[in-house]
């Protein structure tokens, strides 16, 4: 009998989720310890599934479970991950015993705290696994609790406002979703998203516009991602989140929405992704724009960060919707990266925080004598964000704006790849502005107490570290999966 990968990987933090919880008044250490243990063993089997995946051309889903959930229905607990959705299994489950670490100094309802992280852990291996429409759905919208609670409960400022904006837009995209799933059910009998994307629609009778059922199904990713208008969510959940929460929110949860572009959207919907592309790409360079305009005005460290990840997901949008192969992959890979490169960056905002109590850059200055070890990290990473070869930063972008500007799919695709380059210019303004005036500004004599980075903080930072090297210096490591995963979607689009 084989064994289940993709189960374990998922419900392993929610078993340790709920051994944590029947714990009667365990010590914080204990609560955290278990935690760890749970989060570490998920990612080792993430690692293991990612080393043994078959790279052979032409070799599709792998690791599949199948087994009837609601047989009257055709509802199947239905797993399994190909080069598109194992990077970002693997991310999960890298961050997530990142973010256990991060939470070490944790003291307020801790074991309540640790809870809601692994279930949303869950929640994400499971968006990422699920080729059932209804078990996508499910564990797409398990994920609405524990990032209420953590924000609402162990954030900051207004969280109890940027938790429920953050639960309104979320819930208003998942209402979309449900109805283009129905739709696509009551259309063609199956949830299955391997047979959906198999569906020859000009033989189908539709129950609405199949236009309208992509429209439907794209919203609640569009939110996500979040695209302009829609992102308004995500500069306050970011700024009002714990540090944690707003690791794995930048690192995973925003490609949720690139994710279910590429897998629901464009994959069972070609014809229509292709039609509106140009739309798509508009919005991907007003993202890019905008949000690096945007940025440019914050002096919060947490705000600023918040909305270059506006801008940033405009690459992958732009990825996309150029509907080219190099420009899938690059998208792809734009995600794995961008969640590595801002993870670490709220992760040392989040410890610049801890030890200096300011996050205003008009308050900080000069730390770089107090905290080395910190400023050097905060320097990669910020060079990384705005594409510095040797990073996973310019590999990513490099490969979505070669992939784009070469795109014959959509018309006047030169131009506004031209313009969402341009991007990189204020990119480079707001992280060098960053980086002067938190480290390298005039020392401050109320900072002389400081201390840099301890030996526990150490690890998290220096393991994203490490990625964004390797990445950067070698990006087959993964581009050699993705393309295993983008070749069934290209050859939907005929690129």
Request: aromatic share 12%; hydrophobic share 55%; no cysteine.
């Amino acid at each position: 009998m084989e064994f289940n990968y993709l189960t374990s990987i998922i419900f392993l933090p929610a078993l340790g989720a709920i051994v944590i919880a029947l714990l009667n008044k365990p010590q914080p250490k204990t609560v955290k310890m278990t935690a760890a243990t749970f989060a570490l063993v998920t990612f080792l089997l993430t690692l293991a599934v990612f080393l043994i995946f078959d790279r052979s051309p032409g070799v599709a889903v792998q690791f599949e479970e199948k087994v009837a959930w609601v047989p009257s229905l055709g509802i199947n607990y239905h797993l399994g991950v190909d080069g598109l959705s194992l990077p970002l299994v693997l991310l999960t489950g890298f961050l997530g015993i990142l973010v256990i670490l991060i939470s070490w100094g944790v003291t307020l309802r801790v074991k309540e705290f640790f809870v809601w992280l692994l279930v949303l852990e869950t929640s994400l291996l499971g968006v990422f696994s699920a080729l059932d429409l209804v078990l996508f759905f499910i564990f797409w919208e398990i994920e609405l609790v524990p990032m209420y609670f953590l924000i609402s409960i162990w954030g900051s400022g207004r969280k109890e406002y940027s938790a429920m904006k953050y639960l309104i837009y979320t819930v208003l995209g998942s209402a979309m979703m449900l109805i283009g799933i129905l739709s696509v059910y009551f259309s063609t009998g199956t949830f299955s998203m391997v047979e959906l994307t198999q569906t020859n629609w000009a033989t189908v009778k539709a129950v609405m516009p199949l236009t309208a059922v992509f429209f439907f199904l794209i919203f609640a990713f569009v939110v996500k991602l979040p695209v302009f208008p829609f992102h308004t969510w995500l500069p306050d959940a970011h700024t009002d989140a714990p540090t944690a929460v707003s690791v794995i929110l930048a690192g995973v949860l925003l490609k949720m929405g690139g994710y279910g572009m590429i897998r629901v959207a464009v994959s069972i919907f070609p014809d229509i992704a292709r039609q509106y592309a140009l739309l798509f790409i508009v919005l991907a360079v007003v993202n890019i724009l905008y949000g690096a305009a945007v940025t440019l005005r914050q002096t919060d460290l947490k705000r600023l960060i918040a909305y270059s990840s506006v801008s940033h997901m405009g690459y992958v949008l732009l990825g996309i919707f150029a509907l080219s192969n190099l420009s899938l992959v690059g998208a792809s890979l734009q995600m794995f990266s961008h969640g590595v490169i801002t993870g670490l960056l709220f992760a040392m905002v989040g410890l610049v925080y801890e030890h200096s109590h300011h996050r205003d850059l008009r308050q900080l200055g000069g730390l770089a004598r107090q905290m080395p070890i910190a400023a050097a990290v905060f320097v990669l990473a910020g060079l990384a964000s705005l594409g510095l070869p040797g990073t996973s930063g310019f590999a990513a972008e490099f490969l979505v704006f070669l992939g784009s500007y070469g795109s014959t799919a959509v018309e006047g695709i030169r131009l506004y790849t031209i313009l969402g380059v341009s991007g990189i210019v204020i990119t480079a303004g707001y992280i060098l502005y960053m980086l002067q005036r938190t480290f390298y500004n005039q020392p401050q004599d109320r900072f002389n107490e400081v201390r840099d980075a301890s030996l526990l903080e150490r690890v998290p930072i220096f393991s994203l570290v490490v990625v964004i090297v390797l990445v950067g210096v070698y990006p087959a490591v993964l581009t050699d999966v993705i393309k295993r995963g983008i070749e069934p979607v290209v050859r939907l689009l005929g690129s």
